[in-house]
């Protein structure tokens, strides 16, 4: 295999796409603290990035079989024959011990503690627990809840504050619609493969009209982030504002079309959502 190919492998295999955003909010939750950069920042957060990559690529090698069941993930490295899972496994394994270097060198033992447990339940509750209930995505959110706090604390934060805990919860019921648009997008895919989906329990309309109440419920909690001293600038209070005033009549609309390209553009938009909350709060604490 190629030097070409085989990037190409470790980029699917550490799912990379995933882990920039997720790096992301763990820098919001930093700099929520510590708005300065500093080497100890950039350690934290490709700490960060390498423990996301090593969580994922055990959950690759947890998932290889019911992956190559579905039309979605049957193309990823393992099932489709570019990995062995033993190299997999030695991939996830240098990842991890990286990933917790970093952590450790630029953070504190409490944020690689946090990071540790977050390992521990993505792989071994959220990702079993997927096999046995419909409703796993709720606890499975607490993964999203996870890297900012690990932020905020490696920055010498304590975990208990309240601006941090207002800005996890915004990521954990964020995490919710998300997964659920995720669900409309691919859910007879997951049905394929054995996995317990929730349109065995709810007709797609009653999907539909849940997940628009979690949309809801994400954006209240946004606009409460300002309470919480998350963000201060009256500018971004608006702005925030007028974004979220943006996507309520989109999350209405696109919905009820119920239009497998409308459930996508919403998808979209959700995480066009945080992205923009995780930039204004960077905004607030660097120039504001």
Not at 2 to 29: D, Q
Not at 168 to 173: N, Q, S, Y
Not at 190 to 205: E, H, M, N, P, T
Not at 231 to 251: D, V
């Amino acid at each position: 295999m190629n030097i070409r190919a085989k990037i190409s492998v470790l980029y699917e295999l550490g799912k990379v796409k995933i882990a920039i955003p997720i790096s992301f909010s763990c820098f919001t939750g930093y700099i929520l603290f510590k708005p300065e950069i500093s080497w100890n920042l950039v350690y934290v957060i490709f700490g960060i990035f390498f423990i996301v990559a090593g969580a994922s690529a055990i959950n690759h090698i947890q998932e290889y079989k019911k992956d190559g069941m579905m039309n979605r993930t049957k193309f990823r490295p393992i099932p489709a024959g570019r990995i062995s899972i033993p190299e997999a496994i030695r991939w996830s394994v240098s990842f991890l011990l990286i990933g917790c270097g970093l952590l450790a060198w630029g953070g504190n033992a409490i944020s690689l503690w946090i990071a540790i447990f977050s390992i521990f339940w993505y792989n071994l509750v959220y990702t079993p627990l997927k096999q046995i209930s419909a409703f796993a995505v709720v606890p499975g959110a607490l993964s999203g809840a996870f890297p900012p706090i690990i932020g905020w604390v490696a920055a010498g934060g304590h975990h208990f504050a309240a601006p941090i805990l207002a800005l996890a919860f915004f990521f954990f019921i964020g995490q919710i619609p998300h997964f659920w648009l995720l669900l409309l997008l691919y859910g007879e895919d997951y049905k394929q493969a054995g996995f317990k989906v929730l349109i065995d329990v709810f007709s797609r309309k009653q999907i539909h009209n849940i997940t628009l109440i979690w949309m809801l419920a994400t954006v209240v909690v946004a606009l409460l982030l300002p309470a919480f001293q998350v963000i201060s600038s009256k500018y971004l209070m608006w702005i925030l504002l007028a974004f979220s005033l943006w996507i309520i009549p989109n999350s209405f609309i696109l919905l009820k079309q119920m239009e497998r390209i409308s459930v996508r553009k919403l998808f979209l938009r959700l995480n066009l959502y945080f992205l923009i909350v995780m930039i204004m709060i960077s905004l607030d604490r660097f120039y504001l």
